[in-house]
């Protein structure tokens, strides 16, 4: 069974940066997209960073610029680098990859999230 876990939140005062990593395990075969999801009190989640499997890579436009997503294909790891944070960062923050595993078959793929982790930034 796969499963993604999260690291790095906390609190931070604005201005001030943060790193996230997520760790993919299990029986995989492949993993096509890796991204980071937010979801803040009372909103709905959002698509804050994507990467491919090789070197595209999007952004919400309201993070552009202040935030890095970046992959390491050969540990199944994703990282958010955030910097210049502000209170409206403030929410759980999830990872979401795509993956082709030993229960979806080797070429199926299958979309698996994080459990979360919490990024406060105070003003």
């Known amino acids: 069974q796969v499963q993604l876990v999260e690291s790095g939140g906390g609190s931070v005062q604005a201005g001030g940066s943060l790193r996230l990593s997520c760790a993919a395990s299990?029986?995989?075969?492949?993993?096509?997209?890796m991204a980071w999801y937010r979801q803040a009190p009372g909103k709905q989640r959002e698509l804050v960073a994507a990467?491919?499997?090789?070197?595209?890579?999007n952004y919400a436009a309201s993070v552009k610029g202040r935030f890095t997503i970046s992959r390491d294909n050969a540990k199944n790891v994703v990282n958010l680098e955030m910097n210049s944070l502000k209170p409206e960062d403030t929410a759980v923050y999830y990872c979401?990859?795509?993956?082709?595993?030993?229960?979806?078959?080797?070429?199926?793929?299958?979309?698996?999230w994080g459990q979360g982790t919490q990024v406060t930034v105070s003003s």
């Open positions: 299990g029986s995989i075969f492949s993993i096509s997209t």
């Open positions: 979401y990859a795509v993956i082709s595993d030993l229960v979806s078959g080797l070429g199926n793929f299958k979309a698996y």
């Open positions: 990467a491919t499997s090789g070197v595209n890579s």
